[in-house]
C-alpha cells in the first residue's frame, strides 16, 4: 500500500523547470546588486533565539519558528534557536561580530530562504527566498537613492509594468500620530493598525484601532488626516503646513523630498516613486525613511524595507547607521508567471546528441565534449532506442537542435544536425555546427 506523502503547508519542491526560473530571476537581481558594488554575505539558517527575539514587535515575534532544546534537555520544553526570520537581524548581528574585519561602509546583498510561521495564502509561504540590499555605516539620502535605484532597475530588467515604489518616514508617521491626538504611549499600536490598511481598508483599520484602546474621536481624527494627505496632489507640502511645529516630521519631509528628486535623476522612470503618509512597515527597528514596492493586481509588496540606525547598536553597544531594502521573491515569481514574463528563461539544454550505439559511442562522445568546451549546454540521450523516442524525449525538455552520428556520418567525419521545430536536418562538419549552435 502506498503511503500518502506530502510537504508542510507554506513550503514547496521546486522541479527542474521551476527551479531554472527561480535561478534566472535571482541570476538577473544578482547582476545588478553586483553592478552598485554590493558585496555578497551568507548566514546561517539558525540563529540563537535571544538573537531574534523583540527585534520583530509582538506579532513578528509569534511568527518566529522556535526549535526545541535537545539531548538531555530536550524534554523540558525550552527553546534556544530559532530559523531566521528576515535577513535584517542576521545581518546586523554579523555586523557586530565581524566589525574589525569589515569595511566601514559596508554595501552586502544576501540571498537566502527564510520562515515564518504565517498563514499561507496566495503569493505567501512559510519558506520563502529573500534577496536583500543593504547598507551599514553611512547615514544621508544617498544611502536611500543607491538602494532604491537597485530595487527599480530589478524590475525593469524583470520587465515589469506597473510598479510603485511608495516611501515614507518613521518621523513623518510619529508626527502625524502625534498631530492627530494619539498618546505616546499608544504609538506601537496605532502604527501596527496603520501598517494593515492596504489589507483591512479604513474600517478594518479603524476597528483594530479601537480594539488597541484609542478613544474614536482620535481614531477617526488619524484616519481623517491620513484620507486628507492622500488625496492632496502635493503631499510634501501638505506635511510641511501640518507639521509646522513638529521639527524632527519636518526633517523627514526634507528627507522624502531628497530621495524622492534623486530618484527622478538615478532612475529612468519606468517605477513609479509615490510619497504615500499611510506607509507605516510595522517592524519596531525602522527609525526614518521606509519603502515599499508594490504592484496594482497583487495584493501587499514585493518589496519592503526602511532605515534602522539602532539596530546594529543592539548587538553592538553603539549605534550604527544603518538601510536597507528586501525583494519578495516569491511575489515576485507570482506576478511573472501571471503576466506571462519568463519569455527568455534559459532552456536546460542547447542540443542533445543522439545515441546509436557501442559503434558510434567513441565519435558521439568526442563531438559531445567539443560541443561542451564551446560554452553549449549538451544533454547526451543515455541508451539506444528508437529516434522517435529520442526526438520526443528532446522536445519535452524544450531542446530546440540534436545531433545525430550514425554509421554513415562516421565514415564520411561529418555531423547530422537536426531543428526539431521546423524538422531541418542539415549535414555539416564540427565547427559550422557549433557556429549554428551558438546562433541566437
Sequence with gaps: MAVEVSVPKGTRDFLPETLRRREWVIGKIRAIFD???FEPLETPALEKLETLSGKYGDEGDKLLFKILKRGAKAGSGECDF???YDLTVPLARAVAMHQNELPTVFKRYQIQPVWRADRPGHGRFREFMQCDI???GAAGELVEIDLLSAVAEVFEALRFSGVTLHINDRRVLRAL?????????????AIVAIDKLDKLGEDGVAKELAERGLQPE????LMANLRALGA??????????LFVDD???????ESLRRIASGMVHATSGAVTVLVDPSLARGLD??????FEARAAELAGSLAGGGRYDGLVGMFLGRDIPACGISLGLERILVVMEERGLFEGAPRTSDVMMTCFGPETLERSLEVTRALRSAGLRVDVYPQATKLKKQFKYADAGRIPYVVLIGPDELESGQIQLKELASGEQVIVDLATCIERLRRP
Design 35 to 37: 553592478a552598485h558594488a
Design 285 to 290: 527597528y525602522y527609525t526614518g525613511p521606509i
Design 218 to 221: 482620535v481614531a477617526a481624527q
Design 82 to 84: 530559532g530559523l531566521r
Design 247 to 253: 521639527p524632527a516630521g519636518r526633517e523627514g519631509v
Design 232 to 241: 492632496h496632489t502635493d503631499v510634501l507640502s501638505a506635511l510641511d503646513a
Design 134 to 136: 543593504d547598507i551599514v
Design 177 to 189: 500620530i502625534e498631530v492627530s491626538g494619539v498618546a505616546l504611549s499608544d504609538e506601537v499600536s
